[in-house]
């Protein structure tokens, strides 16, 4: 039975057989297998000798040809590939958590956790407020009776009034009191990134409160002291971001090594303070 299955097998490779061949003639080319009359029929001499052209023909591929006549800009075409890359990543992570933080605002505002109310203003209120210009428009208009909303809230502190989210010319901030306070509450590495870059609930992200107030928005110092902290975390997820990660991955990374460690933020950051 083995040796008909056997044969069976050599019927089935037979043209595998005579294609390789070609080559195990060149490497054994005193073998008694080549003594056999089919290797000395024409046909199998013009296909020998088709194969053995082709060999010598065979085409480098286009990259391979790159990279041996141009291996600078090789190079740096690989390195542009690799940046384009991670910034269509980073876009794409900071569209996402924005479409995240949009839906959780909406949800509020049907939800009713959020009330408020819309006052119409009269014309010439509007019309003294606003500019006159060539490009107004009704959604101009509206935006102007918008900015008139107020929230029905119990009285709270004028800046407590400000929509949470929403910029402010910095002139409008007290250098005495915070703009926002860091969360105490938060445990992981995904809730430091997610307040860093979208912010919790409807409060600012610190990324968006860093790029309109600088350090203004923190003036105490237990803020700064926790600023500082959280830092540490954020510049490590790019860190590693631009290493080759994603930032997705680096924030998994660094909660992996948080949770391996039994650390707390606090802890993960004095960690990372000394591998620096």
Same mark, same amino acid.
Not at 57 to 76: H, K, S
Not at 130 to 149: G, M, N, Y
Not at 189 to 218: D, F, H, K, M
């Given at each position: 039975?083995?040796?008909?299955?056997?044969?069976?097998?050599?019927?089935?490779?037979?043209?595998?057989?005579?294609?390789?061949?070609?080559?195990?003639?060149?490497?054994?080319?005193?073998?008694?297998?080549?003594?056999?009359?089919?290797?000395?029929?024409?046909?199998?001499?013009?296909?020998?000798?088709?194969?053995?052209?082709?060999?010598?023909?065979?085409?480098?591929?286009?990259?391979?040809?790159?990279?041996?006549?141009?291996?600078?800009?090789?190079?740096?075409?690989?390195?542009?590939?690799?940046?384009?890359?991670?910034?269509?990543?980073?876009?794409?992570?900071?569209?996402?958590?924005?479409?995240?933080?949009?839906?959780?605002?909406?949800?509020?505002?049907?939800?009713?956790? $959020?009330? &408020?109310?819309? +006052?119409?203003?009269?014309?010439?209120? /509007?019309? *003294? @407020?606003?500019?006159?210009?060539? !490009?107004?428009?009704?959604?101009?208009?509206?935006?102007?009776?918008?900015?008139?909303?107020?929230?029905?809230?119990?009285?709270?502190?004028?800046?407590?009034?400000?929509?949470?989210?929403?910029?402010?010319?910095?002139?409008?901030?007290?250098?005495?009191?915070?703009?926002?306070?860091?969360?105490?509450?938060?445990?992981?590495?995904?809730?430091?990134?997610?307040?860093?870059?979208?912010?919790?609930?409807?409060?600012?992200?610190?990324?968006?409160?860093?790029?309109?107030?600088?350090?203004?928005?923190?003036?105490?110092?237990?803020?700064? $002291?926790? &600023?500082?902290? +959280?830092?540490?975390?954020?510049?490590? /997820?790019? *860190? @590693?971001?631009?290493?080759?990660? !994603?930032?997705?991955?680096?924030?998994?990374?660094?909660?992996?090594?948080?949770?391996?460690?039994?650390?707390?933020?606090?802890?993960?950051?004095?960690?990372?303070?000394?591998?620096?």
């Amino acid at each position: 039975m083995a040796a008909q299955g056997f044969l069976q097998l050599l019927n089935q490779l037979r043209i595998i057989l005579l294609q390789d061949s070609v080559l195990l003639q060149a490497q054994f080319p005193r073998h008694s297998m080549w003594d056999d009359p089919i290797f000395a029929r024409e046909d199998y001499t013009a296909f020998a000798e088709q194969i053995r052209q082709s060999l010598l023909c065979t085409e480098t591929p286009q990259e391979i040809q790159l990279r041996q006549t141009l291996p600078i800009i090789a190079d740096r075409l690989s390195v542009l590939q690799k940046d384009i890359h991670q910034a269509v990543d980073l876009h794409g992570y900071q569209a996402h958590e924005q479409l995240r933080k949009i839906s959780r605002q909406l949800h509020d505002l049907l939800s009713g956790h $959020v009330t &408020f109310a819309v +006052r119409a203003m009269d014309a010439s209120i /509007i019309e *003294a @407020r606003t500019p006159v210009s060539d !490009s107004f428009t009704p959604s101009s208009q509206l935006a102007a009776c918008l900015s008139e909303a107020s929230y029905l809230q119990p009285p709270v502190d004028k800046q407590q009034l400000l929509p949470q989210g929403i910029d402010t010319p910095s002139s409008l901030l007290s250098p005495s009191r915070s703009l926002y306070s860091l969360s105490r509450t938060i445990q992981t590495v995904p809730e430091v990134w997610r307040e860093w870059i979208c912010g919790l609930g409807a409060n600012p992200s610190v990324q968006s409160l860093e790029r309109s107030y600088g350090a203004t928005w923190r003036p105490s110092s237990r803020e700064r $002291v926790m &600023f500082c902290r +959280r830092k540490v975390i954020i510049d490590e /997820i790019y *860190a @590693r971001y631009g290493k080759g990660l !994603s930032l997705d991955t680096a924030v998994e990374e660094l909660e992996l090594v948080r949770c391996r460690g039994k650390l707390s933020l606090y802890q993960l950051t004095r960690l990372l303070s000394k591998a620096r």
